[in-house]
């Protein structure tokens, strides 16, 4: 079946630096791949979506990469900030249905000032 | 700012009441998704619709959880009857599927949750 590995469940980084989090699947890659932002007592928030034949996506301090080879995404945040301080989620679209996306366990991500 | 909206935001019931959360989609979306979110399994997908109809539910146990489209405006999930380990946050979801076209993959859009506890 299925299994999607967000790296670590939670990962503190210095304010200003840049935090890379990690979302890893086997067997089939997704058409696309989609990232949320979760806030305490929230429903997650989507961020970028990336498709399959995309390497890059890039919105503002954000940037998406998509590796089919590696089975891999990583979420950077440039010049990070407490307020980007959240539950950062990962999410596949293999196609399936309407919209059926497939969740991995997030990673807790704290800027420390 | 259109939203989707939960009712209730928060439940505490005992075991064996039946238990009913109500969503209203985003005005114009046809897709409605359920999610429940425990700290264990993290987000599950337990049915969803479109255009009101449901394309899958097979992530609700079947013999106590329902969920229906009464229309456009409503989506209810019930749990009867209820039990501790159904204590968890559900989440609704709404979307726009444009049907058969794999080029345009919008996102989810979220509602604020119902925290159910089960005693």
């Known amino acids: 079946s299925q299994k999607i590995e967000q790296n670590s469940e939670a990962l503190n980084i210095q304010e200003g630096k840049t935090a890379t989090l990690t979302c890893n699947y086997t067997?089939?890659?997704?058409?696309?791949l989609q990232w949320y932002r979760q806030d305490p007592g929230r429903g997650p928030v989507f961020l970028l979506l990336?498709?399959?034949?995309?390497k890059e996506k890039r919105k503002e301090r954000l940037k998406v990469t998509f590796d089919t080879t590696l089975k891999q995404s990583l979420f950077h945040i440039t010049a990070s900030q407490p307020a980007d301080s959240a539950t950062y989620l990962c999410?596949?679209?293999?196609?399936?249905?309407?919209?059926?996306?497939?969740f991995g366990q997030g990673t807790r991500l704290t800027i420390n000032p | 700012d259109a939203r989707v909206t939960q009712t209730p935001r928060h439940k505490v019931t005992e075991m064996g009441q039946e238990v009913t959360m109500r969503c209203q989609p985003i005005?114009?979306?046809?897709?409605v998704f359920w999610y429940r979110q425990t700290m264990m399994q993290g987000l599950e997908l337990l049915a969803y619709?479109?255009?009101?109809?449901?394309?899958?539910d097979s992530g609700m146990p079947k013999d106590r959880f329902s969920a229906e489209m009464p229309d456009a405006t409503l989506a209810t999930l019930k749990i009867q009857p209820s039990e501790p380990r159904d204590s968890a946050v559900y989440f609704c979801?709404?979307?726009?599927?444009?049907?058969?076209?794999?080029?345009?993959?919008?996102?989810?859009?979220f509602g604020p949750g119902t925290r159910l506890l089960v005693l």
């Open positions: 067997n089939y890659s997704p058409a696309y």
């Open positions: 990336i498709r399959e034949n995309e």
């Open positions: 005005l114009g979306h046809n897709t």
């Open positions: 619709f479109r255009n009101r109809a449901p394309l899958d």
């Open positions: 979801a709404s979307g726009l599927d444009y049907i058969g076209d794999r080029d345009r993959r919008e996102t989810q859009y």
């Open positions: 999410a596949l679209d293999f196609l399936q249905g309407a919209q059926k996306l497939v």
